[in-house]
Nanobody, 121 residues
Framework: QVQLKESGGGSVEAGGSLRLSCAASGSIFKINAMGWYRQTPGNPRELVASIDSKDIINYSPAVKGRFTLSRGNAKNSVSLQMNSLKPEDAAVYLC???????????????WGQGTQVTVIS
């Protein structure tokens, strides 16, 4: 089993900042990618930022320049620093990890339960 522990969600005024953290634990051999997605009702789940095994970071254009994803101090963890938050950033943010699957030669996805980010205008 792999478990994702999320923290840092909450309510913030527009223009403010939040920091989300996620730590993966359990049976982990290799992580292909790890990061954050977000979802609002009626909309598809959207990539926010993800870092792969080569340390290449992909950002949603909507957050580029405002959010910064980095590897955390703890093993198998990431942090998402969110600055200049906008009302449209409000969503449930879900930690995501794609583990290397040696059996299928493909990735296997795990998802956190989600943490609410609310932005007050």
């Amino acid at each position: 089993q792999v478990q994702l522990k999320e923290s840092g969600g909450g309510s913030v005024e527009a223009g403010g900042s939040l920091r989300l953290s996620c730590a993966a634990s359990g049976s982990i051999f290799k992580i292909n990618a790890m990061g954050w997605y977000r979802q609002t009702p009626g909309n598809p789940r959207e990539l926010v930022a993800s870092i792969d095994s080569k340390d290449i970071i992909n950002y949603s254009p909507a957050v580029k320049g405002r959010f910064t994803l980095s590897r955390g101090n703890a093993k198998n963890s990431v942090s998402l620093q969110m600055n200049s938050l906008k009302p449209e950033d409000a969503a449930v943010y879900l930690c995501h990890v794609e583990l290397f699957n040696s059996d299928t030669y493909d990735g296997f996805d795990y998802w956190g339960q989600g943490t609410q980010v609310t932005v007050i205008s």
